[in-house]
């Protein structure tokens, strides 16, 4: 019988350091994995809601519509004398926001100089 020589191989998490290396490798892999998780409930739960709420305004509008057309039909309302559209020009020089076109239009309309322009 000849003795028999034992090869040592390196073992996998041999020492503490490598078996801490591990737990705390495979708690980031959980917690990625939870956070990817409840991300996307939270999102389909968001996305839901917004669904809801879009039904909920549309049965809303169209109750107002139909509620108008049902006194129209009986009579407590009549149609509204048709208007011409406003005339929609684009902004003039150094007026950058709508409240800006909205006070040079009312301006004009009252005979008034422009906010803003020499006189």
């Known amino acids: 019988m000849t003795p028999q020589t034992q090869i040592e191989r390196p073992r996998l998490l ?68 048709k208007t011409p559209a406003p005339e929609i020009k684009p902004a003039a020089k150094g007026q950058t926001t709508l409240s800006d076109v909205a006070a040079a239009s009312k301006a004009k309309r009252e005979g008034k100089p422009e906010p803003g322009s020499a006189i």
């Open 14 to 81: 041999g020492s503490i350091r490598a078996r801490l290396a591990g737990i705390v490798a495979l708690f980031a892999a959980a917690l990625i994995a939870i956070v990817a998780v409840l991300t996307w409930m939270e999102a389909s739960a968001i996305y839901a809601a917004r669904q809801d709420e879009l039904k909920t305004v549309i049965q809303v509008a169209y109750k107002v519509i139909e509620r108008q057309y049902d006194d129209y039909k009986s009579g407590k309302i009549t149609e509204a004398p």
